[in-house]
């Protein structure tokens, strides 16, 4: 890659890393069939990216917002009022919702649970001196 290039982008994506971020979202959506838009001139998809971040040809708002989409593992679902209405009718609410405290207490409970499944299941226990000694006898 020319440093010019580099150069001329750092211009327009001041920070390092999200240039790289941002020239390989539109390097993969060039490989994936995206128009060009700027000539090629016999550069790879890199260069292009790069060449277009330059010529601010492409929009850097826009590639970040793919970058964070392709990064989502859910999306957000959008709820309508008739989901609202359902919630509201089988007695749920926004008070009556699980909670971060509600999901800690049920960990400190199975984690409870499972330190007495653990020590049981070891097979070996404390024992004093004494009953060392008689088994010795």
């Given at each position: 890659m020319a440093r010019v290039t580099v150069e001329d982008?750092?211009?327009?994506?001041?920070n390092r890393f999200d240039l790289v971020l941002a020239a390989a979202q539109r390097a993969r959506d060039v490989a994936s069939g995206n128009p060009l838009?700027?000539?090629?001139?016999?550069?790879?998809?890199?260069?292009?990216?790069?060449?277009?971040i330059a010529e601010e040809t492409v929009d850097p708002d826009s590639l970040r917002d793919e970058i964070i989409k392709g990064l989502q593992k859910l999306s957000n679902p959008e709820i309508s009022d008739e989901d609202e209405d359902?919630?509201?009718?089988?007695?749920?609410?926004?008070?009556?919702?699980?909670?971060?405290?509600?999901?800690?207490?049920?960990?400190?409970?199975?984690?409870?649970?499972?330190n007495e499944l653990n020590s049981l299941q070891s097979g070996f226990q404390d024992v004093g001196e004494d009953v060392i000694k008689s088994e010795d006898l």
């Open positions: 982008c750092i211009e327009k994506i001041p838009t700027i000539d090629r001139d016999n550069d790879k998809n890199p260069v292009v990216a790069l060449r277009e359902e919630e509201y009718a089988l007695g749920e609410t926004s008070d009556s919702k699980y909670t971060v405290e509600d999901e800690l207490a049920e960990f400190k409970n199975n984690t409870e649970q499972n």
